[in-house]
């Protein structure tokens, strides 16, 4: 089969940072399934993109298909013929297929016989299949938001201004809206304006290095970081890199080049953070530190392409950052000014949220759950008096000027509060918990560490969602508009990454006893849903199925440490053959109970596991005992008690379910052996009891029955 190299490129104005990636993946994604679906095989799918353009080059694609042998099923024969002349079932079908009554064959299915055609399909060319389908691919690539324009036919995230069909030499032409194909791309806006042709698909990358661009994004982030330290070590120093910057700038030029410029010694004074936010977030300048890291008064910065006249691109630069330095430098001193106390005295003015105070009585709830919480934790390693200053102020840089901004400097929510701390003369550790109690702002963030900061941030999002939820802006299934599902998360990774065996429970009734006027028995069953929901995805990232969490929910346990590692123990057993035994004698234990409507005996199970390990009364009386079977299993429960409470105290729950596995062959005897409802009054209620017992403890660990086992999955072959 001939093949050749196909190129796809579609030209647009300048695509925001943020959908360049994504939408590469896609193009490359989408053509790979279409290409499946037309049966054209190809190579390797190689993707460009910069601000102006999204391009894939696909390396050996088939020029033509195989041609295909299909079998079409029409109706049954049963219902094709009558009396042995065809029905207008059979005609239909032969009409429909463009052939005669005598072409159609009968065929044995697994459903009986049916009317069926055999038929060649000649494979089409390639250029045809692309032509037809191109226009319906472009336009559905996906963006964050889309704008209509041409006739007003098409969407996409810009206007498309060319675009480039070729496979091989030969021009793929079509129409999209006003646009026809072609074999021009767009030159560099500066450096070569003119578009240039393409003669073959093959050498795009080399065709456009040619006009200066280059076209593939990770080449360009490698010249970008070469060129940078090379501007950063030419003044004397070294560059502090930075990834999300460096991807930024990558999809953001054509042509890298970069250059170098100073600001004033001066403002060196500044927090080393507001230095480098001021140079980053608008500007995308790199900062410059010496060997021993501390900043240096200069930065890298990148234009697209060489220019004619570097002194005055560089004059010009650092006369803007100049400028916001100014800017941060007058926020910094009016904010040392005030102090923290006035800072915080700022927050009584700042509504929170209509009828829940301001942000002053936020910070106050805050501190006051936070020693609430820390009281729950005997012996958490912490400074109770820096715990207390750090609560008092860890929300009073929201009244600073600098935060206040509303721009680039709002970012350092919290470090700015760190740094007013510092040289208030405040503790590190005080200091340092107003920076963490934000911490984890997203999903692969760092995690408090200081005890303090790990209080205040539980503190934080605790009343924060209580407060939201409250107020009526719980999620829904496409809202969350003070991310509360983020918060949640965030809250539920402090727990289990810094092993806190606090109950959520607990929590929440903490957090809502902060607020006046609630309906707290309407809204703590609703936010214990919501976490629990939030827990089984983050299980579930771990491997852990539905069944299993909702198994280890059943056990009613709501510390969340505890909770994760009873759903990962319950998941390592599954597949297990005795703990397959143990899940079928779990649910006869519970039909049986409930055809009798037998209710638990216990308040609490785990006084039954005492009263077993320690020989005391459980309402089993050990003379009505008759058979071997029931015997056996009354002996290893006994037995088995013992073990579980251990197991139970050092939160072994993988020990304490492979001591119950054991119970399995045991409890299929006794079904097996005994007859649970005698005639004899005095046997049925002591097995009753007997049962009642078991399902007691078996509930403290887990909802056994909720536990699919293998053959019950529905994907699980019949």
């Known amino acids: 089969m001939d093949r050749s190299d196909f190129l796809l490129e579609i030209s647009c104005e300048e695509l925001p940072v943020s959908y360049c990636m994504p939408a590469l993946g896609q193009l490359a994604s989408d053509f790979r399934k279409w290409a499946k679906k037309a049966r054209l095989d ?5 993707s460009f993109a910069t601000p102006r353009r999204l391009a894939i080059l696909v390396r050996d694609l088939e020029l033509a298909q195989e041609d295909l042998e299909e079998e079409l099923t029409g109706p049954p024969v049963a219902a094709a013929f ?11 079908f032969a009409r429909g297929q463009g052939v005669s009554l005598e072409d159609l064959l009968r065929v044995e299915t697994p459903k009986g016989e049916y009317l069926a055609l055999h038929r060649k399909v000649p494979g089409r060319a390639a250029g045809e299949l692309l032509a037809e389908s191109l226009p319906a691919l472009i336009p559905a690539l996906r963006f964050p938001k889309t704008m209509i324009w041409g006739e007003g036919e098409i969407r996409f995230a810009r206007p498309i201004r060319a675009i480039l069909a070729l496979l091989g030499e030969e021009l793929i032409s079509f129409r999209l809206g006003s646009l026809e194909s072609g074999r021009l791309s767009p030159g560099h806006f500066r450096l070569s304006p003119e578009p240039f042709a393409h003669e073959s698909a093959s050498h795009y990358k080399e065709k456009l290095a040619g006009a200066g661009i280059m076209a593939d994004p990770e080449e360009r982030e490698s010249a970008i970081l070469r060129m940078a330290k090379q501007a950063a070590e030419g003044m004397g120093g070294r560059l502090l890199e930075d990834r999300e910057l460096l991807k930024t700038l990558s999809f953001l030029l054509e042509s890298p080049f970069a250059l170098a410029g100073k600001f004033s010694d001066d403002f060196l004074d500044l927090p080393r953070d ?11 300048y790199f900062s410059v530190e010496n060997a021993e890291g501390e900043l240096l008064p200069g930065f890298v910065f990148l234009t697209n392409g060489e220019v004619k006249d570097p002194a005055s691109v560089i004059q010009g630069n650092e006369r803007v950052l100049q400028a916001r330095l100014e800017d ?24 929170w949220m209509e009828g829940f105070g301001s942000l002053a009585d936020r910070s106050s709830r805050i501190g006051t759950l936070s020693k609430q919480i820390m009281k729950l934790l005997p012996g958490f390693p912490l400074d109770e008096e820096a715990l207390d200053w750090a609560a008092r102020y860890c929300k009073a840089d929201l009244g600073s000027e600098m935060i206040r901004d509303g721009k680039e400097f709002t970012r350092l929510q919290g470090t700015m509060g760190m740094n007013y701390a510092l040289r208030e003369g405040a503790s590190e550790t005080a200091a340092l918990a107003i920076r963490e109690h934000y911490f984890p702002r997203f999903a692969t963030d760092r995690l408090p560490e200081g005890g303090e900061g790990i209080l205040l941030s539980l503190a934080d999002r605790l009343d924060s969602i209580c407060g939201f939820w409250a107020a009526g802006y719980a999620p829904t299934g496409s809202k969350d508009p003070y991310a509360l599902r983020r918060q949640a998360l965030a809250l539920l990774r402090i727990l289990v990454g810094r092993e806190l065996p ?5 929590l929440l009734d903490l957090a809502l006893s902060g607020y006046e006027n609630l309906d707290r028995e309407a809204i703590h069953p609703e936010l214990l849903g919501f976490f629990q929901g939030r827990l089984e995805g983050l299980l579930e990232e771990e491997g852990v199925p539905g069944d299993i969490f909702r198994a280890a929910l059943l056990s009613g346990e709501t510390r969340i440490l505890d909770l994760r590692a009873r759903a990962l123990a319950l998941s390592e057993l599954r597949g297990d053959e005795a703990f397959e035994q143990l899940v079928i004698g779990a649910r006869r234990v519970n039909n049986l109970l409930s055809r009798e409507k037998i209710e638990s005996t216990s308040p609490d199970a785990w006084l039954q596991l005492e009263a077993w390990s320690e020989g005391k009364d459980t309402g089993v009386r050990e003379e009505l005992l008759k058979e071997e079977a029931e015997k056996a299993l009354y002996s290893s429960l006994q037995g088995t008690a013992g073990e579980l409470l251990i197991c139970s105290r050092d939160r072994d729950y993988a020990g304490a379910y492979r001591h119950l ?12 052996g005994v007859m649970v409802l005698s005639e004899e009054e005095a046997l049925r209620t002591n097995r009753l009891q007997f049962l009642s017992c078991l399902a007691d403890i078996f509930r403290y660990y887990a909802g056994f029955s909720e536990v699919v086992l293998e053959g019950e999955r529905e994907d699980s072959p019949s």
């Open 274 to 284: 507001v230095i480098v936010i001021a140079m980053k977030s608008h500007q995308r």
């Open 502 to 506: 606090l109950c959520l429970s607990d």
């Open 661 to 672: 596995a054991a119970l399995g062959p045991r409890i299929d005897a006794f079904f097996d």
């Open 328 to 351: 941060a430098r007058f926020y910094w001193q009016e904010d040392l000014r005030l102090g923290m106390k006035g800072l915080q005295e700022r927050l009584e003015s700042v509504l």
């Open 82 to 92: 009558r009396d042995g002349n065809p029905t207008p079932a059979a005609e239909g």
């Open 42 to 46: 190809h190579g390797e799918i190689e």
